[in-house]
């Protein structure tokens, strides 16, 4: 079955400390891999996305991820985190349905916190 | 950007109520619209699949009679929680794609209604 682990559930950081959340996937065909934050109250938004072509994708507010095929991953990193950087972080995988068309499999979410 | 909004934000009802959740792409026309429930502290769960005219695609499990989806236009989508049960009380997500297929398009999402049911 289609899946998505990330491995860690809650992360508290000081500020100004690197970043990396987990991402694993089960899937055997074409994926496209996303990352989603959500901060407290708000909706979800798009922090990056991997379709193809350079597996190290750059997204906003100075996050990137790097798509790992033969790992099955596409890990989030960020080299220096803010206090503004808590909130929660989804990682998900557009995968194809029975339907024919693709939809979203998210992981469980990773819930950051960083110290100020 | 793609902006979708949902209204109601939060509702209350009793129990054995319906209750519509309107979900709209304001900046955009969108052929398919995503319902997913979300539990405290655990992860976006699809629910169902809609394409504008026609009907949804329900994942395992969801009842189809019971939580209805209507995609009437390319802007909008409702959820109707019929005969709502304490149980039914959640997070309720919209999302919206501007394509039927999906591969490279990508899901914006709406800020979510509460749902409590008495």
């Known amino acids: 079955a289609q899946s998505v682990s990330q491995h860690n559930h809650h992360v508290i950081l000081s500020e100004a400390a690197s970043l990396e959340l987990g991402c694993n996937y089960s899937?055997?065909?074409?994926?496209?891999l996303f990352w989603y934050v959500q901060y407290p109250g708000q909706h979800l938004q798009l922090l990056l996305k991997y379709f193809s072509g350079d597996p190290l994708v750059k997204g906003i507010k100075g996050f990137e991820a790097e798509f790992i095929k033969s790992k099955f991953s596409f890990n989030l990193r960020k080299p220096s985190v803010q206090w503004s950087d808590t909130a929660e972080y989804f990682c998900?995988?557009?995968?194809?349905?029975?339907?024919?068309?693709?939809?979203?499999?998210f992981g469980t979410g990773t819930r950051l916190k960083v110290l100020a | 950007g793609a902006v979708v909004s949902q209204h109601p934000s939060r509702v209350i009802c009793k129990s054995g109520t319906s209750v519509k959740i309107e979900c709209r792409s304001l900046d955009f026309q969108a052929t398919t619209m995503f319902w997913y429930r979300q539990f405290p502290k655990q992860s976006l769960m699809l629910m169902a699949t809609?394409?504008?005219?026609?009907?949804?695609?329900?994942e395992q499990g969801v009842e189809k009679d019971k939580f209805l989806i209507n995609h009437a236009s390319l802007t909008l989508s409702t959820l109707t929680v019929t005969s709502a049960h304490p149980e039914d009380s959640s997070f309720y997500i919209c999302?919206?794609?501007?394509?039927?297929?999906?591969?490279?398009?990508?899901?914006?999402f709406g800020p979510g209604t509460r749902l409590t049911v008495l």
């Open positions: 998900a995988v557009n995968a194809m349905a029975t339907s024919g068309t693709y939809k979203y499999i």
């Open positions: 899937y055997g065909g074409t994926v496209n």
């Open positions: 999302s919206a794609r501007k394509s039927t297929s999906g591969l490279t398009d990508t899901q914006y």
């Open positions: 809609s394409n504008e005219g026609s009907k949804a695609t329900y």
